[in-house]
């Protein structure tokens, strides 16, 4: 079985018609560099009907989806693949209410799975944007953000966003961070974490970007109302209206989590042919995800 390509509903059914060839693909990218026991790491075994792997070293065996986030999926491994392929291909959101009607799944249910499918599109911070970076801060929800009640908090919250682009300005790629306030200790870690001390950084007149300044080439001048930083204000007004489908109430933690979603569709949208199985391949390289650990989460 091949790699799946492309954003063609049509040939992913064709592909991938059932639990059985999902479990399938998972096993073919679980075990691409040869087999290794989860439990004592042992290298020996020999594959098992049902996509498994029987470990020499500790009599284990093995399922495609141990280890990796379609572990324990209740609702079916076609289904599972169906949510990632609609998250990591289509340009629009999708709450966790509409996922659930189209693939006859719970809502709550689809929302803790699109949870994990999320936490594997979180960034690796490898890639620090090199060019010219355009930062600023934003606030999120709030009764301005959404019409008759569909913001999804009282509280605003509040991010930076860091945009990079190429010499024609055009953009290439997209982080945002959720902050606590605009103090320099707290715009600090978006720098650490995306930026490259070789880029050429652009803010406002903040004086919180001020002490990163010993440490970065940045470059501060006024906003003019966003006139000089136009394209960074169009992809925080795309974030806003992305942001207006997901819940009611999202926790400080779990608006990151869209965050994440939001820069990964961004920056992956040059390589549309291979995102859908980047997401499988990250969600079976990832730690699973425990219900409990989301919902504790939720508290924060
Ligand atoms: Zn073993």
Redesign the pocket.
């Known amino acids: 079985m091949e790699v799946f390509k492309g954003q063609n509903i049509l040939s992913f059914v064709k592909e991938l018609p059932n639990d059985e060839a999902c479990k399938a693909y998972l096993a073919k990218i679980k075990w691409q560099d040869g087999f290794k026991?989860?439990?004592?790491?042992?290298t020996k075994?020999c594959e098992k009907a049902g996509y498994r792997y029987h470990?020499?070293?500790?009599?284990?065996v093995e399922s495609a989806t141990a280890n990796t986030l379609f572990h324990k999926v209740k609702f079916g491994l076609q289904k599972a693949f169906c949510v990632v392929f609609e998250m990591s291909t289509s340009t629009k959101s999708v709450s966790s209410i509409q996922m659930g009607k189209r693939f006859d799944i719970r809502q709550g249910t689809a929302w803790y799975f699109m949870q994990k499918v999320r936490k594997s599109m979180k960034s690796s911070q490898k890639y620090p944007l090199t060019e010219i970076v355009h930062v600023d801060e934003f606030t999120v929800g709030g009764k301005e953000e959404g019409k008759q009640g569909r913001s999804y908090d009282s509280k605003k919250k509040k991010a930076v966003i860091a945009v990079e682009l190429n010499v024609k300005h055009q953009i290439k790629r997209v982080y945002v961070k959720s902050i606590d306030d605009y103090s320099a200790k707290s715009l600090t870690p978006i720098f650490e974490e995306h930026i490259s001390p070789s880029a050429k950084i652009v803010t406002d007149k903040w004086r919180g970007y001020a002490p990163l300044k010993k440490s970065y080439d940045i470059e501060q001048k006024l906003s003019n109302n966003g006139r000089n930083f136009k394209e960074l204000h169009v992809v925080i007004m795309q974030l806003k209206s992305w942001l207006r489908a997901i819940p009611t109430h999202v926790s400080k933690w779990h608006v990151q989590s869209y965050f994440d979603e939001f820069c990964f569709r961004i920056n992956r949208s040059q390589f549309k042919q291979s995102v859908f199985h980047k997401t499988i391949e990250r969600m079976v390289i990832a730690k699973p995800v425990y219900h409990k650990d989301v919902k504790q989460r939720l508290s924060v």
């Open positions: 026991c989860m439990k004592c790491d042992h075994g470990c020499y070293g500790c009599n284990h």
